[in-house]
């Protein structure tokens, strides 16, 4: 029986690859899983087709590497060298530990937060819904516009240019898809410009909207995962609607010059949407000072719960609802707000905010820390991304002549969490966009993502580095 993480990586690697997962698919895939964990070993195409009926010719049209995917979409190692992933390592750990180095990805919900759901859920505060006229409704709204406030404060905006979402990709989406729907009926309904290495719900909005004749401008950034503001300058035309960069790349911790870009766009009163999500709690973000339009963030990678987003919206602009049907968040988005999330988002805004300086501290010297211990342990690595326009909380490291993928689930098997747009993992040879689009050479360099946060410690790291070097060490000698 498949578990959640095994579907979850099931459903990354079929949107990296362009599949769609059909019915045949799972039963496929959850037969190789059942058989690898009773026999350890993963079935081979007779024993698929004689329990689930899929030829070998049936596997090679399905999956787009055929076994290969079959067994590296729910973690079975291949142990050919002439296959995508190659074997993982083995090595004994002495008082194994949990480390989680996978920050970027979420966040883990920290007690503060977790007294606010506990209050909320237990019924301490108002439970009613906040459109409605009773006592407990009024109760709702005003925990409601707190936490509004709250965040609001942290951005230095008013209370009213906050829109309450279900996640950062719903708050991205409402801002490009909100701005476009505006253009719809004109003759060439508009251009929009973003790079390259924006998060996927970016992208595939942006690409979405090419469907209806609106005309794109993807930036290429340089070998440090930078834009510059002439880029953008030169990019802009008398029918550009919007101009959409991210703060913090979600993959290398690179930086853009927001303010620039934001003052460039002022002047051409053109709007300016920007990917705060990896940003928010680690960096002062003042949309009004930096001359952003929009700014989406995320409560879950800020030590909040998962399922509640937010987008700031400029007070001069209009936005066409991506939700119709009631008149809540100022008729920006129609629904009942998920009040106890929010509260709690509201609670980890203001914790992230007044912790900042000091916690970016903290964690820069961990950072620094863990480089050091690469200079020891892993000769000829490097990172991926500027180290002067960086976030602290990521490093991006390439390790020479390490298949990512084989490593990736190394360091699994000995409790340490991080991630990597592996190749192998993908059953794809597609390294990834990001990676492709800064010019590492994936031939020599397998890549993965450590991300720090408010529970990495020193002894988390001499605790990877205890057995980094010998993973290394034995997955070296099996790429060949």
């Known amino acids: ?32 899983y059942d058989y690898y964990e009773k026999h350890r070993v993963g079935p081979l195409y007779s ?75 237990q019924g301490s505060v108002g439970h009613g819904n906040p459109s409605s006229s009773t006592f407990l409704g009024k109760k709702a709204f005003e925990e409601l516009m707190k936490a509004r406030t709250s965040i609001a404060r942290c951005l230095g905006v008013k209370p009213q240019e906050i829109v309450f979402t279900g996640n950062g990709s719903e708050a991205n989406n409402m801002a490009i898809k909100g701005v476009a729907m505006r253009h719809i009926q004109s003759k060439s309904q508009g251009h929009i410009i973003t790079t390259q290495i924006e998060h996927p719900s970016v992208l595939e ?7 209806f004749n609106f005309s794109v401008t993807f930036l290429d950034v340089d070998r440090q995962g930078l834009i510059t503001p002439a880029q953008v300058q030169n990019a ?59 700014l989406s963030l995320s409560a879950h990678k800020i030590y909040g719960p998962k399922g509640v987003g937010a987008l700031f919206v400029d007070e001069k602009y209009n936005l066409v609802p991506l939700i119709h049907g009631g008149e809540q968040e100022f008729h920006r ?46 000769p000829g690595y490097i990172i991926n991304g500027s180290m002067d326009k960086r976030l602290p909380t990521n490093l991006n490291v390439g390790f020479p002549h390490v298949d990512s993928g084989a490593l990736l689930i190394s360091l699994n098997q000995i409790g340490v969490y991080v991630s990597g747009g592996s190749a192998c993992g993908a059953g794809s ?10 010019g590492v050479d994936t031939e020599i360099y397998g890549t993965l993502r450590f991300s720090f946060g408010l529970y990495t410690t020193k002894e988390d790291i001499d605790y990877l580095f205890t057995y980094l070097p010998e993973i290394i060490e034995q997955l070296r000698d099996k790429v060949v």
């Open 429 to 438: 040879k597609e390294a990834s966009p990001v990676i492709k689009a800064i």
């Open 1 to 32: 029986m498949l578990n959640n993480y095994v579907k979850t990586f099931i459903n990354q690697m079929a949107r990296r690859t362009g599949t769609a997962v059909t019915e045949r698919h799972r039963t496929i895939l959850e037969f190789a």
């Open 205 to 211: 909005a942006i690409q979405f909207l090419g469907m």
């Open 47 to 121: 024993n698929i087709e004689r329990y689930t009926g899929a030829t070998r010719e049936d596997i090679e049209q399905l999956f787009p590497h055929g076994l290969n995917s079959v067994y590296t979409w729910v973690g079975i190692p291949i142990q050919s060298v002439d296959q995508l992933c190659k074997p993982i390592a083995q090595v004994h750990v002495d008082n194994r530990r949990e480390v989680y180095m996978d920050y970027n990805a979420t966040t883990p919900i920290r007690k503060e937060i977790l007294s606010v759901l506990t209050g909320y859920y």
């Open 236 to 294: 802009l035309r008398s029918d550009t609607i919007l101009v959409s960069v991210m703060a913090v790349n979600n993959e290398i911790g690179t930086v853009n010059p927001i303010a620039e870009i934001g003052e460039i766009c002022g002047l051409a009163e053109v709007p300016f949407m920007v990917d705060g999500i990896q940003a928010f709690g680690k960096m002062p973000l003042r949309p009004k000072e930096m001359g952003i339009s929009f």
């Open 333 to 378: 988005r129609a629904g009942t707000e998920n009040v106890g999330h929010i509260m709690a988002f509201g609670k980890a805004a203001e914790l992230a905010d007044r912790e900042m300086t000091a916690e970016m501290d903290r964690i820069r010297r961990l950072r620094d820390y863990f480089i050091t211990k690469l200079d020891e342990h892993v």
